[in-house]
């Protein structure tokens, strides 16, 4: 079964920078488009970026600037990098297919920005 596990989150206070790393069970990065997701508390979760299978880049209007997604195809990796954080971005970040597909959700990394 391929598993997605992220990693890398944690405390920050804002204007800090966090990285954070999604990484695959099985080689299938090079094959799929895939995706960063967060959801905070009693909100929906919404996507955040997407790094297209030739390297295509796209961003959320509210990350757009502060954020920067990657992937290692070799190492079905993909991380994303996260500058000037603020506190409307704590929430719990999620990586996979975009669009996503609901058996690879997994319990994702919590970021989490206050002073």
């Known amino acids: 079964q391929l598993q997605l596990v992220e990693s890398g989150g944690g405390l920050v206070q804002p204007g800090w920078s966090l990285t954070l790393t999604c990484a695959a069970s099985k080689s299938i990065f090079r094959y799929m488009e895939m995706a960063w997701y967060r959801q905070a508390p009693g909100k929906q979760r919404e996507w955040v970026a997407s790094s297209g299978t030739a390297g295509s880049r796209k961003y959320a209007d509210f990350v757009q600037g502060r954020f920067a997604i990657s992937r290692d195809n070799d190492k079905n990796t993909m991380t994303l990098q996260m500058n000037d954080l603020k506190s409307e971005d704590s929430a719990v970040y999620y990586c996979?297919?975009?669009?996503?597909?609901?058996?690879?959700w997994g319990p994702g990394t919590k970021v989490t920005v206050a002073s």
């Open positions: 996979n297919r975009n669009p996503p597909s609901r058996n690879l």
